[in-house]
């Protein structure tokens, strides 16, 4: 018997890529222990969201109204997850881009600091959103 995979959506796939990227960026220099740690929580958080936000197959073929509203309370229930964490993420990108453009205003405005206001707002901007405190309450 042959294992079925989904197909990868070249897309995702990129993602997944700039994500490794960036916790590699910010893991730079840190214990082997720290960057493995800090892959296993992408990964279990990847595959949590894959499953929260799975549809059950099957179930959109039948007439009986009972289903029918059933699915339409399940598919609601997931778009309104989907839209709170997509605003908190929204906000936290926001918050993001206004540190790291403070940051390129220090700089040209012609102060140094040997780099340190850089590489602490490269570690935030490189951290995963707070969308997981969110999930958390939400559960």
């Given at each position: 018997?042959?294992t079925?995979?989904?197909?990868i959506?070249?897309?995702?796939?990129?993602?997944?890529?700039?994500q490794?990227?960036?916790?590699?960026l910010?893991?730079?220099?840190?214990?082997?222990?720290?960057?493995?740690?800090?892959?296993?929580?992408?990964?279990?958080?990847?595959?949590?969201?894959?499953?929260?936000?799975?549809?059950?197959?099957?179930l959109?073929n039948?007439?009986?109204?009972?289903?029918?509203?059933?699915?339409?309370?399940?598919?609601?229930?997931?778009?309104?997850?989907?839209?709170?964490?997509?605003?908190v993420?929204n906000?936290?990108?926001?918050?993001?881009?206004?540190d790291?453009?403070?940051?390129?205003l220090?700089?040209?405005s012609?102060a140094?600091?040997?780099?340190?206001?850089?590489?602490?707002?490269?570690?935030?901007?490189?951290?995963?959103?707070?969308?997981?405190?969110?999930?958390?309450?939400?559960?």
């Open positions: 018997m042959r079925q995979h989904a197909p959506d070249p897309v995702e796939r990129d993602i997944a890529a700039v490794l990227d960036e916790l590699a910010a893991h730079n220099g840190q214990p082997w222990t720290a960057w493995k740690d800090a892959v296993l929580q992408w990964h279990l958080r990847a595959l949590a969201t894959a499953r929260a936000e799975a549809w059950i197959p099957g959109s039948h007439q009986d109204p009972v289903v029918e509203e059933a699915l339409n309370r399940f598919h609601g229930h997931h778009v309104r997850i989907a839209i709170s964490r997509l605003r993420e906000i936290e990108l926001r918050r993001k881009v206004l790291a453009t403070k940051c390129a220090f700089y040209a012609g140094t600091d040997a780099g340190r206001r850089a590489n602490t707002v490269l570690r935030e901007l490189l951290t995963p959103p707070a969308i997981e405190n969110m999930r958390e309450s939400s559960h």
